[in-house]
């Protein structure tokens, strides 16, 4: 009797978990999809997704509004720590014997190592697998991408899984190789820091480097007048953009909304379009500034997914939606999850040429969303053309385009849509 009661009472809660599942898909706009198979990048739910794009290795690699404070001590020495006389233009093998360099080279006994004593590693793993990268020395080797990242004095020591990086002398098994021998490695990208990884502007092929291990999903705290904000990359689909440069721009926005005397009240109702969002720091410290809201908006849709992640990571929270033609050449190959982003399968022709021929409708291109923002994926020249048919009024646009991208051009689009523009 008991039993059967609670056979019955576990089918009834069943059920019921059923129809709300089903609502809260609809609810966020993605049941069709789900119901075609053709969920959101093969994941039923934004949290799922969110989950999934954390890492591939278990690491936990984003980080939240929460573990921000903690992370900003990171790569801080401890007293022991002690900075090593390493010479950057020396050859290894002038300066130390090769085979004393393993996972306790330069170990202090808090267990961490000052990067240079890393790359050390590193550039020893080059030589045993014998590739030739002309002088070995450290400024020979491949560019570090430390994480969690952030502006300090200190000299950085790091701990375990807290380094990515980036070379283009390196295949898949050296890759592997330097993941699995030097603990701080948690992934190695193949390319160049020369090169601008995304779409430099809407007539630009778009560079992506490739991730030969591990997993490249960093962080950049960075440091603001307000509280200090979380941007958290997959390094692999972002350019190299470094916390201090960040950090300025932020300080010349607030520079510039300050010279304008808005009154709180003003402020408070400031619409404003962060027409090239990047990673989406700019509108996010406006958000946290206290402004109505703020329109995200990038060509390059990994910087949107980004931006998005990044405005949950810091504590706004974010709705992901999906909608059909935004994920039609991806899904339509099966293959389209974040972690194998294959940027031949994202066509921005056919947008360009569906503006042409006033096809677009940009809620098809509507990443996410929340109380005090948007998300588009569209070339701003498209947006644009968009808020000034639906007569949407915009205070500020801001633009933070590539350097060497003529902005005259973002700029009489920005200024056709917007009041004031603030080009930086
Ligand atoms: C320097 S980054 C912006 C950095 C950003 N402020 C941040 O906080 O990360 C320049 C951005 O312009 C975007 N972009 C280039 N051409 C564009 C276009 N026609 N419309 C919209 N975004 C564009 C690029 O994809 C890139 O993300
Ligand atoms: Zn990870
Ligand atoms: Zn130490």
């Keep these: ?16 978990l059923m129809i709300f599942n089903i609502k809260f898909r609809d609810f966020m706009g993605i049941y069709k999809d789900v119901k075609n198979k053709r969920d959101f ?57 090769l085979n004393d360099i393993d996972n306790d080279f330069g170990k202090c006994s808090c267990k961490k190592r000052s990067l240079d004593s890393v790359m050390v590693h590193v550039l020893k793993a080059i030589l ?3 590739i030739d990268i002309g002088k070995n020395t450290l400024r020979n080797g491949p560019t570090p991408l430390i994480t969690p990242f952030y502006t300090t004095k200190n000299f950085p020591f790091i701990g375990e899984n807290s380094l990515v990086i980036l070379d283009d002398r390196l295949e898949k098994e050296h890759g592997k190789y330097i993941v699995e021998n030097i603990n701080e490695v948690k992934g190695v990208l193949k390319g160049s820091s020369h090169d601008t990884v995304g779409i430099k502007d809407s007539n630009s092929p778009a560079i ?23 941007i958290n990359k997959i390094q692999r689909l972002s350019y190299l953009e470094f916390p201090k440069s960040m950090e300025n721009k932020i300080m010349k926005l607030c520079s510039y909304i300050k010279s304008k ?27 946290k500034y206290g402004v109505k809201k703020v329109i995200f ?20 929270k974010t709705d992901f939606l999906s909608n059909e033609n935004n994920y039609k050449n991806n899904s339509e190959n099966n293959n389209f ?11 921005k022709k056919n947008e360009i040429d569906d503006i042409k021929t006033n096809k677009i409708n940009p809620l098809n291109y509507k990443i996410a969303e929340g109380e005090k923002f948007e998300v588009y ?26 350097p060497n991208v003529n902005t005259s051009k973002f700029e009489k689009i920005a200024k056709s849509v917007a009041n004031d523009v603030w080009i930086i």
């Design 1 to 16: 009797m008991i039993i059967s009661i609670t056979i019955i009472i576990y089918i009834i809660l069943l059920i019921k």
């Design 41 to 97: 990048m093969g994941i039923e739910n934004p949290k799922e997704y969110l989950m999934a794009v954390e890492c591939s290795c278990e690491n936990n690699c984003m980080i939240t509004s929460k573990e921000i404070e903690k992370s900003l001590k990171a790569n801080d020495p401890c007293p022991q720590c002690k900075e090593p006389n390493i010479k950057k233009f020396k050859p290894l093998s002038d300066q130390f014997s």
């Design 128 to 130: 045993d697998l014998n």
């Design 208 to 230: 992506v480097y490739e991730l030969l291990s591990g997993c490249d999903i960093r962080c950049d705290i960075l440091k603001s007048p307000l509280e200090p904000i979380a």
């Design 261 to 287: 005397h808005y009154t709180g009240e003003k402020v408070a109702n400031l619409k404003i379009l962060d027409g090239t969002c990047g990673n989406g720091s700019l509108g996010i410290f406006l958000l």
């Design 297 to 316: 908006n990038d060509i390059w849709y990994p910087a949107t997914v980004t931006s998005s992640i990044n405005l949950q990571s810091n504590g706004f």
């Design 337 to 347: 999850y974040f972690h194998n982003y294959n940027v031949h399968n994202f066509n």
């Design 377 to 402: 994926n569209l070339a701003i020249e498209n947006l644009a053309s968009n808020l000034k048919y639906n007569h949407e009024k915009i205070d500020i646009c801001i633009l933070d385009c590539f």
